[in-house]
T-cell receptor
Framework: DVKVTQSSRYLVKRTGEKVFLECVQD?????MFWYRQDPGLGLRLIYF???????EKGDIPEGYSVSREKKERFSLILESASTNQTSMYLC??????????FGPGTRLTVL | DQQVKQNSPSLSVQEGRISILNCDYT??????FLWYKKYPAEGPTFLIS?????DKNEDGRFTVFLNKSAKHLSLHIVPSQPGDSAVYFC?????????????FGKGTHLIIQP
């Protein structure tokens, strides 16, 4: 049973805190992604990675960074959390040309 | 500029009838299209996809149609069942190198009424 797991389902942080969201996949996929989902805006791509130590900006990278030290793990970092980063964060992995698999999501609230 | 558009935020269909969800795209470079289904508080799950070399792909109750000249695709669900009530996202990608990240529409909330 293939899996994409995310470190937390729910997270509450304060403004200015550094936040780490972890994602792990067990399918040996090269490509991993971080999206955020907001009401009325659908899923928006923050960052993606097509190989270890490789990363590329998506549509809304401002305020975020990522790390991919191992193939199976892709981390999203909020350097200084702000209230407008309150959202549902979704990690995905896929092999090029195939349907992707999503994790269950992390609902982050920044107070 | 929204490259993948789902113009209907919600759709209500009676159980047993056909559900048709529509999606339009503007980027002619897109060559692979996918539909995802999402329940509240869960990640999206992949439903069905279609490559631009085809105009139809079928999987059980789900059929996706692609009209490249109109830059339009649709998802048909026949017959609709209560468990189909969810938000459906259309997504597109192009194999231009890199990780061919997916561009998503804003989603359509499908409600199946008994």
């Amino acid at each position: 049973d293939v899996k994409v797991t995310q470190s937390s389902r729910y997270l509450v942080k304060r403004t200015g805190e550094k936040v780490f969201l972890e994602c792990v996949q067990d399918m040996d996929h090269e490509n991993m992604f971080w999206y955020r989902q907001d009401p009325g805006l659908g899923l928006r791509l923050i960052y993606f990675s097509y190989d270890v130590k490789m990363k590329e900006k998506g549509d809304i990278p401002e305020g975020y960074s990522v790390s991919r030290e191992k193939k199976e793990r892709f981390s999203l970092i909020l350097e200084s959390a702000s209230t407008n980063q309150t959202s549902m964060y979704l990690c995905a992995s896929r092999r090029a040309g195939l349907g992707g698999f999503f994790g269950p999501g992390t609902r982050l609230t920044v107070l | 500029d929204q490259q993948v558009k789902q113009n209907s935020p919600s759709l209500s269909v009676q159980e047993g009838r056909i559900s048709i969800l529509n999606c339009d795209y503007t980027n002619s470079m897109f060559d692979y299209f996918l539909w995802y289904k999402k329940y509240p508080a869960e990640g999206p799950t992949f439903l069905i996809s279609i490559s631009s070399i085809k105009d139809k792909n079928e999987d059980g109750r789900f059929t996706v149609f692609l009209n490249k000249s109109a830059k339009h695709l649709s998802l048909h669900i026949v017959p609709s069942q209560p468990g189909d009530s969810a938000v459906y996202f259309c997504a597109a990608s192009y194999s231009g190198g890199g990780a061919d990240g997916l561009t998503f529409g804003k989603g359509t909330h499908l409600i199946i009424q008994p």
